[in-house]
């Protein structure tokens, strides 16, 4: 495994690439297969990038005799992560994962370039014949937390934390409202958006911001605990996102999404070993085992935990579906019909938002 931040990381490629001695092909026959990652945030954020990294340290444990991990963390959404994930093919990568939505255009833009390449690009919807796409079912765990969220706020009043307008986070604030108002139909939620996966500063203020609304529960759509902390301090509650960050809030936190992804990262890891790649496009979730519930604060009383769990339940066995209608938009409109479930490409780009969200901005 190989650790490349964004500033050195062109220079070791450079410097890797004029190392390499002419030699015959049978020089190279026992080298490992090359597998890279690009990573939005720090491995230490202890959210979303954490648990990719998880997932890559599963491919290193299952494959590594196989196979050589490298990873740059910290990259930007924008035309700087071309360069990178360029590099990452240059220094001969079979397989790259490009591991947030921000990363579509960049990636199909370096796999027209490397037909021999593989990629698989995190939560976004643009394939092609070396191109796979790979979700996670989050919105499933949303409705969990958002089930006890209406049970237990006691202004119903929600706050929602939000990093990007993009279908998978508009999808998490309308799977959380709809599931509260299941229990609490006059439920309302607060949402702002910050920007950005990951700031811990902005997500602290933002939180504050949440509270000053009138929100006692507050779930967050970013890559940090500094919600969470706020709310410690604040004697309210929120969740976990990505993974179980209940060490951060002991009291705050009911509970968490967590991703897991290694499954999935060393099932496509093996098939690159196995010669058997083809571009596919996967959503997993809680059937799958892709999105885990983390263990329930004490604070959660029994019955409340039974209906988060015939939630999970549900989802499944397949008899349960937060989208299904009547569901109205914020202006009243009726979009989804009674008794109509919205299709998964429906769900995947979803740009509005369900009746009783508000912006807090």
């Not at 494959?63 to 240059?90: C, F, H, M, W």
């Not at 397989?95 to 990629?119: C, H, R």
């Not at 939630?311 to 009726?334: C, H």
Request: net charge negative; with cysteine; glycine share 10%.
């Amino acid at each position: 495994m190989a650790n490349l931040n964004r500033r050195h990381f062109i220079a070791a490629a450079g410097a890797a690439a004029a190392a390499v001695p002419l030699a015959g092909g049978t020089a190279f026959a026992q080298e490992k297969i090359k597998i890279g990652f690009i990573f939005l945030g720090p491995i230490g954020d202890y959210g979303w990038t954490w648990a990719h990294n998880k997932g890559r340290e599963a491919v290193d444990a299952a494959l590594g005799d196989k196979v050589e991990t490298i990873y740059v963390e910290n990259v930007a959404e924008d035309a700087s992560a071309i360069p990178l994930i360029r590099d990452l093919a240059q220094q001969g990568c079979k397989l790259i994962f490009t591991t947030s939505y921000g990363y579509m255009d960049q990636t199909i833009t370096v796999a027209a370039e490397f037909p021999d390449v593989k990629f698989e690009h995190c939560t976004g919807f643009k394939r092609a014949d070396n191109v796979s796409t790979y979700n996670s079912k989050f919105h499933e765990g949303r409705a969990v937390l958002g089930t006890i969220s209406g049970k237990l706020s006691k202004s119903g009043t929600l706050g929602y934390l939000g990093s990007y307008k993009v279908p998978e986070v508009v999808l998490g604030v309308n799977s959380f409202l709809l599931s509260a108002q299941k229990q609490n139909p006059d439920a309302k939620l607060k949402l702002v958006f910050i920007d950005s996966w990951f700031d811990p500063p902005k997500e602290a203020a933002a939180t504050e911001t949440l509270i000053n609304l009138g929100c006692d529960i507050v779930t967050t759509h970013t890559d940090s605990p500094a919600a969470l902390q706020i709310l410690e301090q604040k004697g309210l509650y929120g969740f976990g996102q990505g993974a179980d960050m209940s060490s951060f809030a002991p009291n705050a936190h009911l509970t968490a999404i967590e991703d897991i992804w290694g499954p999935y990262y060393v099932e496509r890891v093996q098939a690159i070993v196995d010669g058997t790649w083809a571009s596919a496009d996967t959503w997993d979730g809680m059937k799958e085992g892709t999105v885990v519930i983390s263990p329930y604060n004490k604070a959660v009383p029994a019955d409340v935990v039974a209906l988060a769990d015939a939630v999970q339940a549900g989802y499944k066995d397949g008899t349960y579906d937060i989208f299904t209608g009547p569901i109205y938009d914020q202006d009243g409109n009726l979009k989804v019909e009674e008794g109509k479930v919205m299709t998964m490409a429906e769900l995947a780009v979803i740009d509005w938002f369900v009746k009783g969200v508000e912006s807090a901005a």
